[in-house]
């Protein structure tokens, strides 16, 4: 993985001092409150509901052991003893003390981590497919890009004080984990279909929040060498024409949506052509330098399949069944990459423990050459681990509660920290997950229902990505009380969908019928080993919404019997 | 208001008016007066304009020429438009004095300047608080940056191309001594 060099070094160093200083100054009154809070933001401290929030920038997922195990010192020392990762990848402390985070930061810059442009109007932590350098389907590893845009995107000069919030991500890969449809620029790395040149597809204005759209493509091909200039050139027509009125309509989406996206890519390709490329662009020189630190780990020559792991498999099904769940294809023969589940029944999705911190840097050290990745569906990986470690890293994460067998299943459920923590929450979102997951808790009946993706939003902001979860929930507030808007056939993938809403709000205790009857229908409409949202595609959403509305039939039937 | 740029303070020679008439020196007028102004002739005023920040800058390249200085606003520290606007009259060949005039705040002086600004005259109320001291503290903090094509610090990436052809010159010299 990436490694400062001195540069690195001493840039994230001075960003600590700079925001010392930031502080002082606030304290002092140099600062009013408004002009401080843009300034804290871009460094991921966020005012919450009870206290300050720090949010820690795990670039594109990326974490070796040393990196986790600083952030369990820090959970220890300045939170209470847990963290909590995010759907960007990144890592939240839900309780530090604002005149602490100077020294957390100090901590952090010690491992080579930051809290830069996790939050504010500026272009946000890049974000990659999790299994980079690991997927068969992998053309090439996202991450350089990645890296180079983090770095090229750090106190950017022009593009700073943006219009809002802008977020990239990258996928290498033909299946699209990276969700980059739904983001305000989504890189997709391609070959030039003629040439076999290795370039981007670009995709612009894609995004969820209030006003959920896909994004649409504005270059079939970008060569390679090119990036940083188009980035330049896309992000200074957004600069410059972002609506700046409105901040619900200041998002790159709604630019695109408002002056059509043949417009958009005319004004952008204009601003490009006037651009002078090559004093822009990082030399390719660059790139490889950049490039070589994803060089793969030096791999075991093994054979295909472990015997070890066959055997051990079949003389233990609660193994057997967590394995089927966890383990992701790697690339390379006898090798896999795990998932493990930051969702155990009745526990806040994506909270770990510092004792789990630590266990979990532990099996990186000791199985996975170093290295850690966290998923957008606030999960953790082990990338390259080997098939015959399996049963060892079981035993050691059943032992540190990290064995929960859902990874993809219906209560691998993703929620925003919703009510429990945010300002801008109008539900709650923790709890919910936790009773779904409680309904559903039965291993047999997970496995039996297969992959369905639950994803929960506390507010309309939707950083839960209810949008795109194949079964979607919003918590709103209607006359004081909790209420919960559900859709359909959401996908955040290369399918990239927005749901379909099934009816009127309902109470948060009546959430776990709803899903109930939803995954009813599915179980008797499915084809054989159709998934979830197969069926909803195949058969619409019709039957769904006739099964969520019969709540209310049910209640007008009974009203019925009364009155009779 | 003040007036300051990467060593401190200056002295304004500016003045802003309507019109020609209106003041005996170097002027700044309105940008929807300038047209006017420069119909008229400028004769020996050195002459200044007042862009709105939503301009574009085909509107403005053709004057650029007869433009002394452009005067750029930042309504508020959070409206960026300026800095792209100022990197564009830059880019574009402007030649002449950019200003960033308005609120913005100490933290975005090193923007500024990279973005092509020459100096920037801050709101009284926001100098009232940050004075000279802090703005040139502000231009020390960060070293080096990421960005090519901006002014200001010293990029990152040409410094790493720099050391590696240096190496690389290293190490051809000691091939070339080994012969």
């Known amino acids: 993985m990436y490694r400062y060099d001195e540069f690195d070094e001493r840039f994230v160093r001075e960003r600590v001092a700079q925001f010392r200083d930031q502080v002082a100054r606030r304290l002092d009154g140099s600062l009013s409150d408004d002009e401080f809070k843009p300034l804290r933001l871009k460094n991921g401290v966020y005012l919450q509901l009870h206290a300050y929030m720090l949010r820690i920038a795990v670039p594109y997922g990326t974490l070796a052991s040393r990196q986790l195990r600083q952030l369990a010192l820090i959970a220890d020392r300045y939170d209470r003893g847990y963290g909590h990762f995010t759907t960007r990848q990144n890592m939240q402390f839900n309780w530090p003390k604002l005149r602490d985070v100077p020294d957390i930061l100090g901590l952090l810059a010690d491992v080579e981590m930051h809290c830069i442009q996790t939050s504010g109007n500026c272009i946000r932590n890049v974000t990659a497919d999790h299994f980079a350098g690991v997927a068969a389907d992998e053309l090439e590893d996202p991450r350089p890009t990645a890296e180079l845009i983090r770095q090229w995107s750090s106190l950017h000069p022009e593009f700073s004080y943006l219009p809002r919030k802008f977020k990239i991500a990258v996928t290498g890969a033909e299946h699209d984990r990276a969700a980059v449809k739904v983001h305000d620029i989504g890189l997709r790395i391609l070959k030039h279909p003629q040439t076999g040149e290795i370039g981007y597809e670009v995709i612009v204005g894609g995004g969820l929040g209030r006003t959920p759209l896909i994004g649409k493509v504005i270059r079939e091909f970008l060569p390679k060498d090119e990036l940083l200039a188009y980035l330049e050139a896309a992000m200074r027509v957004y600069n410059l024409e972002g609506r700046r009125d409105n901040k619900y309509k200041a998002r790159v989406k709604i630019l695109v949506h408002e002056i059509g996206v043949e417009e958009f890519r005319k004004r952008v390709e204009e601003e490009y052509a006037k651009l002078n490329g090559p004093s822009i662009n990082a030399d390719p020189a660059e790139v490889e330098r950049i490039a070589a630190y994803f060089a793969p780990p030096t791999y075991d020559k093994l054979p295909g399949d472990s015997k070890a792991y066959v055997a051990q498999r079949a003389a233990n099904t609660a193994f057997a069944q967590w394995a089927d769940a966890s383990v992701f294809k790697h690339r390379v023969p006898g090798y896999a990459a795990l998932t493990i589940s930051l969702k155990t029944i009745g526990e806040a999705p994506g909270d770990i423990t510092s004792a789990q911190m630590r266990a979990v840097a532990d099996l990186a050290e000791k199985y996975s050459f170093d290295e850690l990745r966290v998923t957008h569906m606030q999960n953790v990986v082990l990338p390259h681990v080997k098939q015959s470690d399996l049963f060892a890293i079981w035993n050691a994460l059943r032992e540190a509660g990290l064995a929960e067998a859902n990874v993809g299943l219906v209560t691998d459920i993703i929620a925003c920290p919703g009510l429990d923590y945010c300002a801008l929450a109008t539900a709650r979102s923790i709890p919910i997950a936790q009773a779904i997951a409680k309904r559903f808790q039965d291993q047999q009946r997970q496995r039996d229902i297969g992959p369905l993706g639950i994803k929960i939003s506390g507010c309309i902001n939707a950083c839960g990505h209810h949008h795109v979860g194949n079964i979607g929930i919003l918590g709103l507030e209607k006359n004081g009380v909790e209420n919960y808007q559900i859709t359909l056939g959401g996908d955040a993938t290369e399918n990239a969908a927005i749901g379909d809403r099934l009816g009127p709000g309902i109470d948060a205790d009546e959430v776990p019928d709803a899903i109930e009857r939803l995954v009813e229908v599915y179980l008797s409409q499915r084809l054989k080993d159709e998934p979830f949202i197969d069926t909803v595609r195949r058969v619409g959403v019709a039957p769904f919404k006739d099964a969520f509305l019969a709540k209310d039939s049910s209640k007008t039937q009974e009203a019925e019997h009364a009155a009779a | ?179």
């Open chain 2, 1 to 179: 208001m003040p007036l300051l740029d990467r060593s401190g303070l200056k002295v304004e020679t500016f003045a802003r008016a309507e019109n020609l008439d209106d003041a005996a020196g170097d002027i700044i007028v309105p940008w929807a007066n300038v047209q006017a102004v420069l119909d008229a002739g400028a004769g020996n005023h050195r002459l200044g304009v007042d862009i709105p920040n939503n301009i574009s800058i085909d509107e403005i390249l053709p004057l650029a020429d007869k433009l002394d200085l452009i005067s750029v606003p930042f309504p508020s520290f959070a409206d960026g438009r300026g800095f792209s606007l100022a990197k564009q009259l830059r880019d574009r060949g402007y030649r002449g004095v950019l200003r960033a005039q308005g609120k913005l705040i100490t933290d975005q002086f090193a923007y500024a300047l990279a973005c092509g600004f020459d100096e920037v005259e801050p709101a009284d109320e926001v100098f009232a608080r940050q004075p000279i001291e802090q703005w040139l503290a502000a231009l020390t903090r960060i070293t080096n940056v990421y960005q090519r094509g901006y002014d200001g610090a010293a990029n990152i990436l040409d410094q790493r191309r720099a050391a590696r052809a240096a190496k690389a010159a290293q190490g051809e010299s000691k091939e070339a001594s080994h012969v």
